[in-house]
């Protein structure tokens, strides 16, 4: 059955960075974009980016432009995100996510989430 | 890319029907039909209850049904169970290639 499958918690300091992985299984990993969203305790979803898992291109949200990176490892089927210059307000779970590469597009799996605590 | 607007927090009794609302612009929600809804609970990954505006996902109960008007989307639970609880967010397609999530609604089952 499909899979994605998150890497652990994390507790960083301040000015940090953090690189969480999302292994899948289950499906043809280059048929499916993969994004990554976060949920700050309180707070909502919120989305950060996408990358394409065939070419390796990414696209961002506005606010993380400059300190995210996406990148895949076709050999495993695995993403990774990393978020560096980490702040309090960047505490969060954070979701891998896929979606089709064709339409429909929708989140049709979701990682398990990882909490990431930044804290000095 | 502002958040498409939804309300903090809606409520029924059980066996009424309710309504989330989920209001964007032209460039997201008004723009396009992929538009999703996803049920939320604490601990837990997101679930998608609708997709393409008013598809429902495989397993999801016919009490929920989504639709679209201009630039406002909406979720409807008809017959609330208890089990519907949750937090729900509507998501979007945006003009710059990217995807939004609305600010997402609690729902209360009284």
């Known amino acids: 059955q499909v899979q994605l499958v998150q890497s652990g918690a994390e507790v960083k300091k301040p000015g940090a960075s953090m690189k969480i992985s999302c292994k899948t299984s289950?499906?043809?990993?280059?048929?499916?974009?993969m994004h990554w969203v976060r949920q700050a305790p309180g707070q909502g979803l919120e989305w950060m980016g996408i990358?394409?898992?065939?070419?390796?291109?990414?696209t961002f949200a506005l606010k993380f432009q400059g300190r995210i990176t996406m990148t895949r490892d076709t050999s495993t089927s695995t993403v990774y995100m990393e978020l560096s210059s980490l702040r309090s307000d960047d505490t969060a779970v954070y979701y891998c996510?896929?979606?089709?590469?064709?339409?429909?597009?929708?989140?049709?799996?979701w990682g398990q989430g990882t909490l990431v605590t930044v804290s000095s | 890319q502002s958040a498409p607007t939804q309300p903090a927090s809606v409520s029924g009794s059980p066996g009424q029907s309710i309504t989330i609302s989920c209001t964007g612009t032209s460039n997201d929600v008004g723009g396009y039909n992929y538009v999703s809804w996803y049920q939320h609970r604490p601990g837990t990954a997101p679930k998608v209850v609708i997709y393409?505006?008013?598809s429902r996902s495989l397993g999801v109960s016919s009490r929920f049904s989504g639709s679209k008007s201009g630039n406002t989307a909406s979720l409807t639970i008809s017959g609330l169970q208890a089990e519907d609880e949750a937090d729900y967010y509507c998501?979007?397609?945006?003009?710059?290639?990217?995807?939004?999530f609305g600010g997402g609604t609690k729902l209360t089952v009284l």
């Open positions: 289950g499906y043809s990993f280059t048929s499916y974009y």
């Open positions: 996510a896929r979606v089709p590469r064709i339409p429909p597009h929708y989140f049709d799996s």
């Open positions: 990358i394409n898992t065939s070419g390796g291109s990414t």
């Open positions: 998501s979007s397609y945006t003009s710059s290639s990217t995807f939004v």
């Open positions: 393409d505006v008013s």
